[in-house]
């Protein structure tokens, strides 16, 4: 029964990690056998009344192999986010996904749940007297600490992620919002803001800040382009980094408070919000993308875990078809941007710093590896805005384009990388603001304003302020101090 399980859902978790070499393979192996010596457990001790095994294992055995099915062919990663767009999507999108070889699979599926069913019972009643109960008990206590100490081995893979899953799906987000005001009115021009959410890219990676690589060659010689160099946050992934950021929320407040909602602000002052995601949404920030008058969410079934997750520049589509100097608009573009793994996140055209990572497993790499397919994607989005500020600048718009990461990544500080932790580049995100030429001569003040600030230091706190203030926002507290147009 514990081969088959492996065979089955285990192992599917395990099928699309890239390589290379021994270590990293004997060390996934190991972390395979590990997590199914704990699944062991649950068996075990589910096997142990007759009544209960044959009600829950075909159930459990059938949510999990229909799981992994999808895991196996379109490398699909199961959390909170594939949950709610699995039970939240339409019928007929649904149905789409029922093709030849899964009515094949589900037939192998029954086949062998009859094979164990007809194998159980012939046997003896397993007693907790048994020496395996040991190992069993064992298992679940092993599973019981690592799931205190270090959740994301068991919340990232089969079968356990179908659970914890479905659990994020019902649970409700920290975060309280105040109500709105009435009153709340936005006495600006007609303005198009466009905020792009980044991911992981750190400050001191790009040529304007002094990166010794052109890491931008498309924006680091533009007109109207510059870089806010010391902007810092003490929120290092993004689950609570975006809240803090579409809030009025300061980086020193608790979330045990309500917050105004940004989104929510400008839907009431009769600004037109959009989202446009390729990020597959999670709980603590999804209230922004309900609160969106307009949402596209790109590839909502492949997760940054996937490795076939769609580029970011497929957002691009969705973008010109919303953008238009017709209106007051704040559309928001949330990129996978420069989350590991970093290969999933550009195309062979960006491959140009080399040799580039080969393996999911970090210390399988060389530091010059990961800095190198770091900087690659930070190429890509170079790209991505390149594109965006095109489009823009061919309709002759008023508008301001604010680029922000969520938070930085480390890089093999002091042995550290990625982010969620206390690294002090994790904690200076790259900023960027671009405007148009009418921006610029409908705003001459506040345009010339931005040149003088690009070596101040500023939280994420800015983006709520500043935008609300950008609209002439009235009926809601600004903190001018926050706003970068009045620094």
Do not use: C
């Given at each position: 029964?514990?081969?088959i399980?492996?065979?089955?859902?285990?192992?599917?978790?395990?099928?699309?990690?890239p390589?290379?070499?021994?270590q990293?393979?004997?060390?996934?192996?190991?972390?395979?056998v590990?997590l199914q010596?704990?699944?062991?457990?649950?068996?075990?001790?589910?096997?142990?009344?007759?009544?209960?095994?044959?009600?829950?294992?075909?159930?459990l055995?059938?949510?999990g192999?229909?799981?992994?099915?999808?895991?196996?062919t379109?490398?699909?990663?199961?959390?909170?986010?594939?949950?709610?767009?699995?039970?939240?999507?339409?019928?007929?999108?649904?149905?789409?996904?029922?093709?030849?070889?899964?009515?094949?699979?589900?037939?192998?599926?029954?086949?062998?749940?009859?094979?164990?069913l007809?194998?159980?019972?012939?046997?003896?009643?397993?007693?907790?007297?048994?020496?395996?109960?040991?190992?069993a008990?064992?298992?679940?206590?092993?599973?019981?600490?690592?799931?205190?100490?270090?959740?994301?081995?068991?919340?990232?893979?089969?079968?356990?992620?179908?659970?914890?899953?479905?659990?994020?799906y019902?649970?409700?987000?920290?975060?309280?919002?105040?109500?709105?005001?009435n009153?709340?009115?936005?006495?600006?021009?007609?303005?198009?803001?466009?905020?792009?959410?980044?991911?992981?890219?750190?400050?001191?990676?790009?040529?304007?800040?002094?990166?010794?690589r052109?890491t931008?060659?498309?924006?680091?010689t533009?007109?109207?382009?510059?870089?806010?160099?010391?902007?810092?946050?003490?929120?290092?992934?993004?689950?609570?980094s975006?809240?803090?950021?579409?809030?009025?929320?300061?980086?020193?407040?608790?979330v045990?408070?309500?917050?105004?909602?940004?989104?929510?602000?400008?839907n009431?002052?009769?600004?037109?919000?959009?989202?446009?995601?390729?990020?597959?949404?999670?709980?603590?920030?999804?209230?922004?993308?309900?609160?969106?008058?307009?949402?596209?969410?790109?590839?909502?079934?492949?997760?940054?875990?996937?490795?076939?997750?769609?580029?970011?520049?497929?957002?691009?589509?969705?973008f010109?078809?919303?953008?238009?100097?017709?209106?007051?608009?704040f559309?928001?573009?949330?990129?996978?941007?420069?989350?590991?793994?970093?290969?999933?996140?550009?195309?062979?055209?960006?491959?140009?710093?080399?040799?580039?990572?080969?393996?999911?497993?970090?210390?399988?790499n060389s530091?010059?590896?990961?800095?190198?397919?770091?900087?690659?994607?930070?190429?890509?989005l170079?790209?991505?805005?390149?594109?965006?500020?095109r489009?823009?600048?061919?309709?002759?718009?008023?508008?301001?384009?604010?680029?922000?990461?969520?938070?930085?990544?480390?890089?093999?500080e002091?042995?550290?990388?990625?982010?969620?932790?206390?690294?002090?580049?994790?904690?200076?995100?790259?900023?960027i603001i671009?405007?148009?030429?009418?921006?610029?001569?409908?705003?001459?003040?506040?345009a010339?304003?931005?040149?003088?600030?690009?070596?101040?230091?500023?939280?994420?706190?800015?983006?709520?302020?500043?935008?609300?203030?950008?609209?002439d926002?009235?009926?809601?507290?600004?903190?001018?101090?926050?706003?970068?147009?009045?620094?």
């Open positions: 029964m514990n081969i399980f492996l065979i089955f859902i285990t192992f599917s978790t395990f099928y699309h990690i390589l290379s070499g021994l990293d393979r004997f060390s996934y192996l190991g972390l395979l590990f010596f704990t699944i062991f457990g649950f068996l075990y001790f589910l096997s142990l009344n007759r009544l209960i095994f044959y009600l829950f294992f075909p159930i055995f059938l949510i192999s229909i799981s992994s099915f999808f895991v196996y379109q490398d699909i990663v199961i959390n909170e986010g594939v949950v709610r767009a699995t039970l939240e999507t339409k019928s007929d999108v649904v149905s789409d996904l029922i093709s030849l070889p899964f009515i094949v699979y589900l037939v192998v599926l029954f086949v062998f749940i009859f094979f164990i007809k194998k159980y019972q012939s046997l003896e009643n397993n007693f907790l007297k048994s020496p395996i109960t040991i190992f008990t064992l298992s679940l206590i092993i599973f019981v600490v690592v799931s205190y100490k270090k959740p994301s081995i068991f919340s990232n893979r089969l079968p356990y992620n179908v659970y914890y899953g479905i659990k994020e019902y649970k409700k987000p920290d975060l309280e919002f105040l109500k709105i005001n009153s709340v009115i936005s006495k600006s021009d007609t303005l198009q803001v466009v905020f792009v959410i980044g991911e992981s890219l750190r400050s001191d990676h790009l040529p304007m800040n002094g990166y010794y052109n931008m060659p498309h924006l680091s533009r007109k109207n382009v510059f870089s806010l160099k010391k902007v810092y946050t003490n929120k290092t992934y993004t689950a609570i975006i809240p803090q950021i579409l809030t009025n929320q300061s980086i020193t407040d608790s045990g408070h309500k917050f105004y909602s940004l989104i929510d602000v400008l009431s002052a009769k600004i037109n919000t959009y989202w446009i995601g390729n990020q597959t949404p999670e709980i603590s920030y999804l209230p922004f993308i309900k609160f969106s008058k307009f949402r596209k969410l790109i590839d909502p079934y492949h997760s940054e875990f996937s490795f076939h997750k769609k580029l970011d520049d497929h957002m691009l589509k969705p010109y078809k919303y953008f238009s100097k017709q209106e007051k608009q559309i928001t573009l949330h990129m996978m941007g420069s989350h590991w793994y970093y290969e999933n996140r550009y195309s062979e055209n960006f491959r140009k710093f080399k040799p580039t990572i080969h393996s999911k497993y970090v210390k399988a530091n010059q590896e990961m800095i190198n397919s770091y900087d690659n994607t930070i190429l890509f170079d790209y991505f805005l390149e594109n965006i500020i489009n823009i600048e061919k309709q002759n718009t008023n508008t301001l384009l604010i680029y922000l990461s969520d938070h930085g990544e480390a890089l093999g002091n042995g550290n990388w990625l982010h969620a932790q206390e690294s002090e580049s994790i904690k200076n995100p790259a900023a671009w405007f148009s030429e009418k921006f610029y001569q409908n705003n001459k003040e506040k010339l304003k931005i040149a003088s600030i690009e070596n101040k230091k500023m939280t994420t706190d800015f983006l709520y302020h500043t935008v609300l203030g950008l609209f926002v009235k009926g809601v507290a600004i903190d001018p101090k926050e706003n970068i147009f009045e620094k």
